[in-house]
């Protein structure tokens, strides 16, 4: 079956890298998803990795991927506080569909 | 370039009501998910149109229904309203294809009194 997990809670200083993990289930996946929602908004997609790659770097962001023990990080460098939010990691389900299986999400509180 | 659009914004109803939500898709896409999120949860997906048809169903009961019309735009019809409904309903839209990125629209906060 599917199922995504992620750790409740993180806080980090203004200007330190914060480091938010996801462990996932389904071996079939091939896409796996971040996404960030602030309060009293819908999800924004932040950066996706295909299953056959071990990392991906977006600007701030980096993405790394380990499909042996199914865990999935995203490292933010630089944290401002405007990163505060709720970031959720996301599996495709890997029947072409695109069905995303979310996680509860991490509460990112970036203090100055 | 408009992104996923939803209405409306919020929305109260009674036990034993039914409810419209609608969806406009980002420009480009044809593919519309709908997803619901109960407070301090994840998304949960419930259905995904494509061509006009409910192509995938998630674990949610017949009262959920939806449409498609031919400009890709989606509707979210809910019936017989239960206080459990109350929640924030996504629309995602995305290209057709495995892998293709969805995007959300802002919500619609619905909550049944």
Known sequence: GEDVEQSLFLSVREGDSSVINCTYTDSSSTYLYWYKQEPGAGLQLLTYIFSNMDMKQDQRLTVLLNKKDKHLSLRIADTQTGDSAIYFCAEGDGTGFQKLVFGTGTRLLVSP | ?113
């Open chain 2, 1 to 113: 370039d408009a992104g996923v659009t939803q209405s409306p914004t919020h929305l109260i109803k009674t036990r034993g009501q039914q409810v419209t939500l609608r969806c406009s898709p980002k420009s480009g896409h044809d593919t519309v998910s709908w997803y619901q999120q109960a407070l301090g949860q994840g998304p949960q997906f419930i259905f995904q149109y494509y061509e006009e048809e409910e192509r995938q169903r998630g674990n949610f009961p017949d009262r959920f229904s939806g449409l498609q019309v031919p400009n890709y735009s989606s509707e979210l019809n809910v019936n017989a309203l239960l206080l459990g409904d109350s929640a924030l309903y996504l629309c995602a839209s995305s290209r057709n294809g495995q892998g293709q990125p969805q995007h959300f629209g802002d919500g619609t906060r619905l909550s049944i009194l």
